[in-house]
C-alpha cells in the first residue's frame, strides 16, 4: 500500500469516478444511485458546480497516480439551509480497509472548519452500514434522526437510512 494523497477532482477525473459509482452501486445499499443513473456527464457537470462554488468542495484521495477514493461536500442551495453542506463519500472497490475515508473525511472536516459559511456537515447511510457509522461517529459525526424504508432495493427489500451530522462551526 503506497501513500495516499488527497487532492481537487478534475473534470479529467469524472469517468474513473462514475466507474468507481457504477461498480460501488452493484452492491444492494451501498448507493442509493442505480449503476445506469451514474453517467460522466453527470460526474463532469458536479465537479464543474463544486469548483465554481465556495463553500463546495469535491475531493479525491490517490495512491500513486491511481484514483483511489472521492468524496464532496455539496452546498444546500435554500438561504435558510446555506450553512450546511451535504458530505458524499465512496472509497472505491478494491481499496477499503486502508484509512482511505478517514482521510478523505477528516481533509473535508478541516476545510469546512475553515471555510466561509460552513457551520454544519450533513451525510445519510444507510443504518446497517455499521463500518461507516463507525467512522462517522470516530470523527465526531452524531445520529440525528432515522428514515425508516426510504431506500427500496431491486429485489423489493429496504433499508433505513441515518441522518448524521457534525457542528463544524468555530
Known amino acids: 500500500m503506497g501513500k495516499i494523497t488527497v487532492r481537487d477532482a478534475e473534470v479529467a477525473d469524472a469517468e474513473i469516478l462514475a466507474q468507481a459509482e457504477q461498480e460501488t452501486a ?18 463532469v457537470a458536479f465537479i464543474v458546480d463544486l469548483t465554481q462554488n465556495p463553500r463546495g468542495k469535491y475531493i479525491v484521495a490517490t495512491e500513486g497516480e491511481q484514483l483511489v477514493g472521492h468524496a464532496l461536500l455539496n452546498p444546500l442551495r435554500i438561504q435558510s439551509l446555506s450553512h450546511v453542506v451535504q458530505l458524499t463519500i465512496v472509497v472505491h472497490p478494491g481499496f ?31 443504518a446497517n452500514n455499521a463500518r461507516a457509522i463507525a467512522l ?3 470523527l465526531g459525526f452524531v445520529e440525528e434522526g432515522r428514515l425508516a424504508k426510504r431506500v427500496k432495493l431491486l429485489d423489493g427489500a429496504y433499508l433505513d437510512d441515518m441522518l448524521m451530522g457534525l457542528w463544524v462551526a468555530q
Do not use: N
Not at 26 to 43: D, R
Open 136 to 138: 462517522y461517529k470516530k
Open 26 to 43: 452493484q452492491t444492494p445499499g451501498f448507493l442509493v444511485s442505480q449503476p445506469y443513473e451514474l453517467t460522466t456527464g453527470a460526474f
Open 96 to 126: 477499503t480497509d486502508r484509512g482511505i475515508g478517514h482521510t478523505m473525511l477528516s481533509y473535508l472536516i478541516d476545510w469546512a472548519k475553515k471555510a466561509e459559511g460552513i457551520e454544519k456537515v450533513e451525510l445519510f447511510t444507510r
